[in-house]
T-cell receptor
Framework: DTAVSQTPKYLVTQMGNDKSIKCEQN?????MYWYKQDSKKFLKIMFS???????INETVPNRFSPKSPDKAHLNLHINSLELGDSAVYFC??????????????FGEGSWLTVV | EDQVTQSPEALRLQEGESSSLNCSYT??????LFWYRQDPGKGPEFLFT???AGEEKEKERLKATLTKKESFLHITAPKPEDSATYLC?????????????FGQGTILTVHP
């Protein structure tokens, strides 16, 4: 069973379009994330949700809107796609631990190409 | 601002040739240091979490160690299947909820 699954794995779309990436985790975790990996392979956090509540929003353009219908799902909707949005988007999850760093588990990634 | 720097950027080894990867970090209150392995076209795969200086963890041919300024990932007698990008990340203090700051990774290639 895939612990963190996201769809689609590959997405090619034109500038100006709106697209969504879906994510589901079956680990029973209470926190989910979206990370972005750019062409230089740096992974950077975009959003974090804890029990459906937005916790982290890292200066991401408001064209990106995460939605968490329940704590097992976190979707990412992107409006008016731009060329610079081309990247790999990783969904991840963890169980919040107040006293220690959370171990985060990643999905397989969604490769977004904007043409 | 939290910073993580990994070295070298790329490392080529012969099978059986042991070596170490370095991860230097600057954070305000370390809550955890994480090592991940990433294969091409895949998501990062969790390897280790280290919480305090002096801590060590091992898994097969890999051993991770932690000091107050850096972490090492030691690879003993590597095999070609150990080839991957190894990522280091830190989780700092405060209300972070898993805000990992990643290094740029070390690309390891092990030749048979």
């Amino acid at each position: 069973d895939t612990a963190v699954s996201q769809t689609p794995k590959y997405l090619v779309t034109q500038m100006g379009n709106d697209k969504s990436i879906k994510c589901e985790q079956n680990l029973g975790h209470d926190t989910m994330y979206w990370y972005k990996q750019d062409s230089k392979k740096f992974l950077k956090i975009m959003f974090s949700y804890n029990n459906k509540e937005l916790i982290i929003n890292e200066t991401v353009p408001n064209r990106f809107s995460p939605k968490s219908p329940d704590k097992a799902h976190l979707n990412l909707h992107i409006n008016s796609l731009e060329l610079g949005d081309s990247a790999v988007y990783f969904c991840a999850s963890s169980q919040y631990d107040r006293g220690a760093g959370n171990t985060i588990y990643f999905g397989e990634g969604s490769w977004l190409t904007v043409v | 601002e939290d910073q993580v720097t990994q070295s070298p950027e790329a490392l080529r080894l012969q099978e059986g040739e042991s070596s170490s990867l370095n991860c230097s970090y600057t954070v305000s209150g370390l809550r955890g240091l994480f090592w991940y392995r990433q294969d091409p076209g895949k998501g990062p795969e969790f390897l280790f979490t280290l919480y305090s200086a002096g801590e060590e963890k091992e898994k097969e041919r890999l051993k991770a160690t932690l000091t107050k300024k850096e972490s090492f990932l030691h690879i003993t007698a590597p095999k070609p299947e150990d080839s991957a990008t190894y990522l280091c990340a830190v989780n700092a203090g405060g209300t972070s909820y898993g805000k990992l700051t990643f290094g740029q990774g070390t690309i390891l290639t092990v030749h048979p």
